[in-house]
């Protein structure tokens, strides 16, 4: 069974310092997603990665993939109050149409 | 921009109730979803739908739950007779053929009492 592990669960920090989610998936997958989720709202796609060594940036938002580890990361640079929200990461299947498996979230909270 | 619509948005229901939530994905869509996410939790699958059947069902989805698309355009989620733990946010995505994106509804919240 896929497990998807996303650490840490919980991010307080500092507008204008840089962090850094960490996504783990225990199984083979060439195709990663990053999506937002506002309180009470739907999920806002933010990244798909896939293949490995894959980077994509938006704005203060980059995330990368490395599918021999097993690791995609989602940095944050000089964060912003609008960028609270929950995050997660979500493994796709082999041919692109199957089932999300989602990681537990990462909820990050920007103090001004 | 086409967005996939979910009705209703809240639904309030008693234990051991039918209820159906629907789903308007975009035109192109060939691929279906329903996912869940109780408060606070993960996001979890439920079944995915192609060609008019199911292609995958997880665990949750049991013989309470059965989806249809019986107009060709709005797709439904049932759930025959509902129990307090069917509480959630109820999410449908829709992918078009080709493509490694799903999009997601704006979610139907679900309460059971």
């Known amino acids: 069974e896929l497990k998807v592990e996303q650490n840490p669960l919980f991010l307080s920090m500092q507008e204008g310092k840089n962090y850094t989610i960490y996504c783990n998936y225990s199984t083979t997958s060439d195709r990663l997603y990053w999506y937002r989720q506002d309180p009470g709202k739907s999920l806002e796609s933010l990244f798909v990665?896939?293949?490995?060594?894959a980077v994509k940036q938006e704005g203060r938002l980059m995330a990368s993939l490395d599918t021999k580890a097993r690791l995609s990361t989602l940095h944050i640079t000089a964060a912003v109050h609008d960028l609270s929200a929950t995050y997660f990461c979500?493994?796709?299947?082999?041919?692109?149409?199957?089932?999300?498996?989602f990681g537990t979230g990462t909820r990050l909270t920007i103090i001004p | 921009e086409p967005e996939v619509t979910q009705t209703p948005s809240h639904q309030v229901t008693q234990m051991g109730q039918e209820v159906i939530l629907r789903c308007v994905p975009i035109?192109?869509?060939?691929?279906f979803y329903w996912y869940r996410q109780i408060l606070g939790q993960k996001v979890e699958f439920l079944v995915s739908?192609?060609?008019?059947?199911?292609?995958?069902k997880s665990e949750i989805f049991d013989d309470q739950f059965s989806v249809e698309r019986p107009d060709g355009s709005n797709f439904t989620l049932k759930i025959r007779s509902t129990k307090l733990e069917d509480s959630a946010m109820y999410f449908c995505?829709?992918?078009?053929?080709?493509?490694?994106?799903?999009?997601f509804g704006p979610g139907t919240r679900l309460t059971v009492t």
């Open positions: 979500a493994v796709g299947g082999e041919f692109g149409n199957e089932k999300l498996t």
């Open positions: 035109s192109n869509h060939l691929y």
């Open positions: 990665l896939l293949s490995n060594g």
């Open positions: 995505a829709g992918l078009r053929d080709g493509s490694y994106e799903q999009y």
């Open positions: 739908f192609y060609n008019n059947e199911i292609s995958e």
